[in-house]
Nanobody, 127 residues
Framework: EVHLVESGGGLVQAEGSLRLSCGASGFTFGDYAIGWSRQAPGKEREGLGCIQTGNDTTYYADSVKGRFTISSDAAKNTVYLQMDRLTPEDTALYYC????????????????????WGQGTQVTVSS
């Protein structure tokens, strides 16, 4: 059974940084792409970025390019989302997701292409 578990959320001041983790189990890590997305209250889910774990190729939405960085540790079956220069507008519930045989741009811009989702971790940025 596939499991994705996000962790690392919390409260951070504006201009601060936070690193989220997505622990994956139940599937062969290198065969999947792992995406990150977020959903703020009253807003639609927004795709942020993705990593193809087989070759560490990344893709980012324009809204976070240059501020957010995705990396993976295959030995730990974990993908990270490093978030820098955070603003209150980054406050949201952050999710990781996984998909096989799907390219990262589709995962980011078409969330329905994901096969599995985690439960999310809350990030709150204070001004």
């Amino acid at each position: 059974e596939v499991h994705l578990v996000e962790s690392g959320g919390g409260l951070v001041q504006a201009e601060g940084s936070l690193r989220l983790s997505c622990g994956a189990s139940g599937f062969t890590f290198g065969d999947y792409a792992i995406g990150w997305s977020r959903q703020a209250p009253g807003k639609e889910r927004e795709g942020l970025g993705c990593i193809q774990t087989g070759n560490d190729t990344t893709y980012y939405a324009d809204s976070v390019k240059g501020r957010f960085t995705i990396s993976s540790d295959a030995a730990k079956n974990t993908v990270y989302l490093q978030m820098d220069r955070l603003t209150p507008e980054d406050t949201a519930l952050y999710y990781c997701s996984a998909a096989s045989s799907v390219l990262c741009p589709l995962i980011v811009h078409f969330p329905s292409t994901n096969d599995y989702w985690g439960q999310g971790t809350q990030v709150t940025v204070s001004s």
